[in-house]
């Protein structure tokens, strides 16, 4: 399975990011398979942006449920990210990533995927 991200990037006037992960060799709507958006500041650690797993059910993670917006187009295998009101705390690596998981708490943060794309720089300027 690969994972790549692209799209516009940032859109300074309205300082709103949007990217879409496409995804290939695997379908995102087989059964227990979560994708995520995650992100990785400059000396910093992972941070999960939110998931939406295989049923379409999307979960946000607290500090970005605000202003994050993700979905998908299951005809084009793909998923997307909006992140507005983006401010120089927001520059990072920005990852698309998958993982497999049949349990009860599939939405629930992690440290591991098992698939991640190579990311995209994202860099705020003030």
């Known amino acids: 399975v690969l994972l790549q991200e692209s799209g516009p990037g940032l859109d300074k006037p309205s300082r709103t990011l949007s990217l879409t992960c496409t995804v290939s060799?695997?379908?995102?709507?087989?059964?227990?398979?979560?994708w995520s958006w995650i992100r990785q500041p400059p000396g910093g650690e992972l941070e999960r942006i939110g998931t939406?797993?295989?049923?379409?059910?999307?979960y946000y993670s607290p500090s970005f449920e605000s202003r994050a917006t993700m979905s998908r187009d299951t005809s084009k295998n793909q998923f997307t990210l909006q992140l507005r009101s983006m401010t120089p705390e927001d520059t990072a690596v920005y990852y698309c990533?998958?993982?497999?998981?049949?349990?009860?708490?599939?939405?629930?943060?992690?440290?591991?995927?098992?698939?991640r794309g190579q990311g995209t720089q994202v860099t705020v300027s003030p």
């Open positions: 990533a998958g993982y497999y998981c049949s349990g009860y708490t599939c939405y629930e943060g992690r440290s591991d995927y098992d698939y």
């Open positions: 939406i797993g295989y049923t379409g059910y999307i």
């Open positions: 060799g695997g379908d995102i709507t087989t059964r227990y398979y979560y």
